[in-house]
């Protein structure tokens, strides 16, 4: 079983390869589809996954991250991958992803300040 601070370094990595995605494309061809599309999507459902799977303690322990909402998003865009709002999906990826990573580095830093996970950035 992958422990919370891997898991949270899942989601780390996910916003990094997402913010390194949008860097290269705008809204404008995200919509049109295609492999910087489905690679977005995919690094969502991702960090979705590893918030569905970070244990409800640590969940608890920190209630500004929206973790309904995020595992929410990833049943969503697993499940009803047809009915997803591709404008909210690109605000998700450029505005609200990075907030979130900024977020959980500090959790990282805060509840495993002894681990060695190397750079974050």
Do not use: C, N
Not at 9 to 20: N, S, Y
Not at 53 to 71: A, F, N, T, V
Not at 93 to 99: D, K, M, Q, S, Y
């Amino acid at each position: 079983m992958r422990r919370d601070a891997l898991r949270l370094l899942d989601i780390v990595e996910a916003a990094r390869t997402v913010a390194g995605y949008v860097a290269e494309i705008g809204q404008e061809q995200f919509l049109s589809g295609g492999l910087a599309r489905d690679a977005i999507l995919r690094q969502l459902t991702v960090a979705g996954e590893a918030a569905f799977k970070i244990s409800g303690g640590l969940q608890d322990r920190h209630p500004e991250i929206p973790w309904p909402k995020i595992i929410g998003f990833r049943h969503r865009v697993v499940h009803d991958y047809f009915g997803i709002d591709l404008d909210a999906v690109w605000k998700i990826a450029t505005v609200e992803l990075p907030l979130l990573r900024a977020q959980v580095i500090a959790i990282l830093a805060a509840e495993f300040p002894e681990e060695p996970y190397g750079p974050q950035d």
